[in-house]
């Protein structure tokens, strides 16, 4: 079962569009403005991923802006490739997908993870840009 937070931002990105890849412009962040902390926004340029936004819990957990930075970049090593597959498999299925797995705090503990991915297209109806 995943947490109330992913599949909020799943079910918005289904109403705005009925499962097809919404219009990025469709996309109304006030109506989840309590996920905003907690969300992203990617901007897709071929196989990088690069933040365009960044919530202030995401700021928080990494210590730094993410602006510009390469999402997969986040990832460890041996996680990266399914991670890449991942969100170019929701890109190429128009649909969102989420990643599951686990980080680790600043005293080691491990903590639960879920990373939605949800294309949107832009305005040459191409995906270019991913939710999460």
């Known amino acids: ?9 799943i079910a918005s990105w ?3 569009d009925a499962g097809r890849i919404p219009p990025r412009a469709r996309f109304d962040p006030l109506e989840i ?9 990617l901007a897709r340029e071929g196989d990088r991923l690069a933040f365009r936004i960044a919530g202030e819990a995401l700021r928080d957990l ?3 802006s993410l602006k510009g930075s390469d999402v997969f970049g986040l990832f460890s090593p041996p996680a990266r490739p399914l991670a ?3 969100t170019l498999q929701a890109v190429r299925d128009g ?7 686990s980080g680790r705090s600043d005293v080691g503990a491990q903590v639960p993870l879920e990373v939605v991915v949800a294309p949107m297209l832009g305005a040459d109806g191409t995906p270019d840009r991913l939710i999460g």
């Open 1 to 9: 079962m995943f947490h109330s937070g992913t599949t909020r931002l």
């Open 84 to 86: 890449r597959r991942t």
């Open 33 to 41: 403005a309590d996920l905003l902390p907690q969300m992203f926004l």
């Open 62 to 64: 990494f210590g730094r």
């Open 14 to 16: 289904n109403a705005l």
């Open 95 to 101: 649909r969102p997908m989420v990643l599951v797995g």
